[in-house]
């Protein structure tokens, strides 16, 4: 586990705004699971090897001291895979989004009640960050009730 209660979860959050500031990159959509979470970012820098490091270093450091425990927390390289987001963004999110649902022992029984991921935001429910891009997406989808479009993509 590398969350386990929500101080663990906001703290990853707030890591994220300031991934963004610091590295220019564009964070489309995430999901916070127990043991793991996902990222969609966009990097116009190509540093997405930096900002990985960043993240699971910072994150690991706040970690411990929640904790009161020392060591990593991340074993091995991160994963990742190249996206032509016009073609594979909808699919990419959905998914991502999707996590919390689509699994054995779903941890909620409808998605806009999980609070640990981007989902929220993106259909209307949570206040925009700022620092969340749901706007591409909503370009694809084309639509003019934004919320409503995602909201029937993703459920």
Known sequence: MIFHE?????????????VHERFDCIIHCYCLMGNHY???LETPHANLSRIMRHINGVYTQAYNRL???????FRGRFKS???DKDAYILQLSRYIHRNPIDMKKPLVTKLEEYKW?????????DKNVGWLNQQFTYDILGHKQKFKAYTTKSN
């Open 81 to 83: 895979i190249l996206v």
């Open 38 to 40: 996902h990222l969609l």
């Open 67 to 73: 904790k009161k425990t020392d060591g990593s927390l």
């Open 117 to 125: 991921s981007s989902y929220r935001a993106f259909i209307g429910k």
């Open 6 to 18: 929500d101080i663990y979860y906001q703290t990853f959050i707030d890591l994220l705004k300031d």
